[in-house]
């Protein structure tokens, strides 16, 4: 095998190479797919628009029915018809005509309304100019009127209007007719109505969409009639008027298919209108999608060329350009292993290899970040393990003192004081709980109440307490004394300048919230300023007030994250609210998982 002196050629040749096959094979393989996908995609246009189209003008024609079932059931058109004879103009003619006359500009598409009677009645109305109507005894002759009377009360559509007036004319209109019958006795036949629809906003709604400059859009109706085109061709609508056989073939197409036209390849697309028979084709010339593969043919070969003369020099580049930042960055590694993690390499380039030695710096940076937030962190939970060690001198001890002084209390009769000491004796309990970090939000609250009736002894003017707690949050498992701190700092320094006559109200509530507990406790006192708020949260280690609130808060989020920090909401001369949440913690399996894991 061929060798090279240095490392550079070495990787120059191997890099061309490698890159130069690929460039061809991806070329080929990019003409053939873009050309692919244009086919695919015009034929999924077509598709998706000519779907489109149909549901527009079948809701455009399910609303024209549905104003011509509106029209036959209108209580004063049943009134009317039902009549023995048509009378002299009423009330309910004039309602009749008001109501026709406001359908009739709300649906611009109707051109006329024509309502016929069995009792000789008759309306009509036009909106660009009157037309002589032939009278219903003669237009019963008619196949329009067999055809309406076929279909017993359903709607029946004709491409053309004129069998409805004496003097015929071409007109840019359909007919909608429909068999009025009694609604209350269906065999009764009332009369008949005839309504105009208007072409041209089908014709719009066609025009307004867009698929390319040869593109053009056929509506064919279920007699095979040319109802609308999209661009006007006068060779391609007399073809399609006088050929029914190539009409029958093009609508006979399923989906989308090539097709011949007057010696022309089309890609057609064909979707039907289910509920009206009528079917919607779309036609764009293979000439058309032939000149855009020969365009994609011509990119594809500039790009390739392209690529190839930048492929060649940045070889050339990068050749000299990666042996010495490699070099530079495995040194750096060598030392990092042997412990020295200040470690930063000099980038200056902006490639992978550049971007390789900016994430090896951050990764030093985050890596001694890391080690100084793990220190931090084993120390603040060395020095909370040392406390609470502290707070479990001679437990036993105490608790015996505090029964002896209830007991002796109880027989003494001073009730106030056996309960104030058997308040204390429960909340030292739960306090200790045997030396473990946890326990049950049901002791919290136990814990809390003890804590309440001892203080609510000490202050009894001070405060009145409201505890609202759903049952459903005791079995899960917290961390000790929560809420404690935090109802110690409202009862201590909210309601110290309290007015004995009106004592505050401190109340705790504690909801189930999804996929965690809420605890609000709040006050009615004096308020802080925002400054405060901000010092109780982040009061230094030495300072001696607001030591419990801050404790709690560090606590959530040394165990459960950042986003389970305390939330404080004060104002001057109304009152503080504290939020603060936890996760739910089912079993102490959980909590022993989540503490092992030192937190978040």
């Known amino acids: 095998m061929f060798t090279f002196s240095r490392l550079h050629n070495k990787i120059f040749v191997y890099f061309f190479i490698m890159i130069l096959i690929p460039v061809i094979s991806l070329g080929t393989f990019s003409y053939l797919m873009a050309t692919n996908f244009l086919q695919t995609q015009t034929e999924n246009n077509q598709t998706q628009i000519s779907r489109l189209i149909g549901k527009n003008i079948g809701m455009m024609l399910s609303d024209a ?67 002589q109507v032939i009278p219903y ?42 068999r009025i019958v009694n609604i209350y006795e269906p065999d009764q036949k009332l009369g ?52 029914l056989e190539l009409k029958k073939s093009l609508l006979q197409l399923k989906n989308t298919a090539t097709f011949k036209l007057m010696n022309v390849n089309y890609l057609t697309t064909t979707s039907s209108i289910d509920t009206f028979g009528w079917t919607v084709v779309i036609l764009t010339p293979m000439e058309e999608i032939t000149k855009q593969h020969a365009l994609f043919l011509k990119i594809t070969i500039v790009l390739s060329l392209s690529l190839l003369i930048v492929i060649t020099v940045i070889s050339a580049l990068l050749s000299r350009g990666i042996t010495q930042p490699v070099k530079t960055l495995l040194r750096s590694m060598h030392n990092f292993k042997r412990g020295d993690f200040n470690q930063q390499v000099t980038v200056q380039s902006r490639d992978e290899i550049g971007m390789l030695g900016h994430k090896y710096n951050e990764m030093v940076s985050e890596l001694n970040d890391l080690i100084h937030k793990v220190y931090v962190s084993q120390t ?88 609202d707690m759903d049952d459903a949050i005791e079995p899960y498992l917290t961390l000790k004394l929560v809420l404690q701190p935090i109802v110690e700092n409202a009862i201590l320094h909210a309601f110290n300048k ?71 909401h004060s104002h001057i001369g109304q009152g503080t609210a504290i939020s603060l949440r936890i996760p739910l913690i089912h079993s102490e399996e959980q909590w022993r998982e989540l503490y092992e894991s030192d937190g978040h």
């Open 192 to 243: 008949a109505l005839y309504l105009g629809f208007n072409r041209e906003a089908i014709d719009e709604s066609i025009k307004q969409v867009s698929i390319g400059k040869s593109t053009n859009i056929l509506l064919f109706d279920d007699n095979y009639n040319l109802v609308s085109m999209g661009q006007e061709n006068r060779e391609l609508r007399t073809e399609m008027a006088e050929n």
């Open 498 to 568: 309290q007015s004995p006559d009106k004592p505050g109200v401190l109340r705790i509530c504690g909801k189930l919230e999804h996929d965690h507990i809420h605890f609000l406790i709040e006050d009615n006192g004096c308020g802080m300023p925002p400054d405060q708020v901000e010092r109780l949260l982040e009061v230094p280690k030495q300072s001696r007030g607001g030591y419990g609130v801050r404790n709690v808060n560090e606590r959530l989020q040394m165990l459960f994250g950042r986003r389970y920090a305390l939330v404080i």
């Open 137 to 178: 005894s003669d237009f019963k002759n008619s196949t329009t009127y067999m055809a309406t009377a076929a279909k017993d009360g359903k709607p029946h559509w004709e491409f053309y209007t004129s069998p409805l007036f004496t003097y015929p004319h071409s007109y840019n209109e359909m007919l909608l007719g429909r």
């Open 380 to 467: 603040n939970q060395k020095m909370i393990e040392l406390r609470n060690l502290q707070s479990q001198i001679e437990p036993h001890f105490l608790y015996n003192t505090l029964d002896f002084i209830f007991l002796n209390s109880k027989i003494n009769g001073d009730n106030q004081t056996a309960e104030v000491v058997y308040s204390l004796s429960q909340l030292f309990r739960l306090s200790l709980n045997k030396g473990q970090d946890y326990y049950t939000v049901g002791d919290e609250l136990k814990q809390i109440k003890a804590y309440i009736r001892i203080q609510h002894a000490r202050f009894p003017n001070r405060f009145t307490p409201e505890l």
């Open 65 to 131: 029915q549905d104003i011509s079932d509106f029209i036959g059931n209108n209580e004063t058109i049943q009134s009317i018809l039902s009549e023995p004879a048509p009378k002299q103009t009423s009330y309910s003619d004039s309602n009749l005509y008001n109501f026709l006359a406001n359908l009739k500009r709300a649906k611009t598409y109707i051109t006329f309304i024509i309502l016929y009677g069995e009792n000789g009645y008759m309306y009509r109305d036009f909106v660009n100019f009157y037309r």
